[in-house]
């Protein structure tokens, strides 16, 4: 018996420390996309893993039905530090097991079954989410999906306001595009999906799986739009590489959210790795860190390579880099010359989400391999 989807990778990784990642033969790689942003505080994180242990010394797993210390507290971190108005969480394992639970949620809560998304957007593989997903290869294998998804193009709020409509139960949309190339929402545009869904009862959903736990620069993405959608999902980062998803709701959404349910919703060793991770971002002011260095690497790029590649954008540590010539060669040279591991975003694009405690030093040892490596104008 053997895998088959994943595994590809020619290098075998033992272990990890802060941004770093260690091989079978002890070389250091610079993790620059913490494995899909998804250890936001770094590989094996103390905080983190020291509360997993405490908590596996007292009860691993007990059905979700019984309230438990860890999923309270996860619940109330989370409800305390949601924009205004979000204060009900539901958990899951995955963050598109939490785009699925948005899209039943606002089906359930408005009565209306049509799902407006963006082009280039992504949201998860799970048949629901899946079908809010742009890219045609993901999804073209497994037809018929859910039906009644209108994709708009992102950052057009005119054609935005023409797909909204009565019969409209969600907006589904990322503050940034992650997978579709790093690609920042205007604020107006996400001020016309507010306004829209609001007219039409429908809900605003953000897809906050890549940009939230303080990667932009604040622990929610929404908080720099000033825009308080309905529903926010999270995972990816949520639990430091513990597997956790959250569908975080306003009243009217929770109130009405039909019948879902999932056995490991919230259990106590997940809880407590999302807890951990939580509170270690909001009180060390990881967000905070995030903006400073993420300008810092963005402006840094754009200075030495501002001729040669041919945009730089994103918000704190989300970062894409695009380049001239397909990103794949430039991803192997990066891990084989210099041992940066990064993460693409479609063909032209370099993606560097790494953990938010990378310091100046990292992001110069990044620029640094890109000068190399671009240097000559290719
Ligand atoms: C990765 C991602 C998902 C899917 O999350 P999984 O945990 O892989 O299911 C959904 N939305 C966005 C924006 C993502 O980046």
Known sequence: MSGFIFNEKPIQIESGDGPYLYDDGGNEFLDMGASYACVPLGHSHDAVDA???DQLDDLTYVQASY???????IYELLAETAPDGIDKTWL?????????AALKFARSATGDSKIVATMQGFHGRTMGSLATT?????KEPYEPLIGDVEFVPYNDPEALGEAVDADTAAVIVEPIQGEGGINPAEKSFLEAAREETEANDAALIFDEVQTGMGRTGTLWAAEQSGVVPDILTSAKGLGNGFPIGATLCRDWIAENYGSHASTFSGGPVISAAAEATVSTIVDEEVPAHAAEVGSYLREEIEAELGDTVRDVRG???MVGVEVKRGSNRLLKQLALNHGILALPAGRSVLRLLPPLTIE???ADQVVDA????????S
């Open 51 to 53: 509360a997993v242990r």
């Open 67 to 73: 309230p438990v210390e860890s999923r309270t507290a």
């Open 92 to 100: 899951c394992n995955s963050g598109t097991e939490a785009n699925e």
């Open 134 to 138: 742009w890219k045609n290869k993901y």
């Open 315 to 317: 918000e704190g540590l």
């Open 360 to 362: 100046r030093e990292h």
């Open 370 to 377: 890109l000068v190399d490596e671009l240097g000559d104008g």
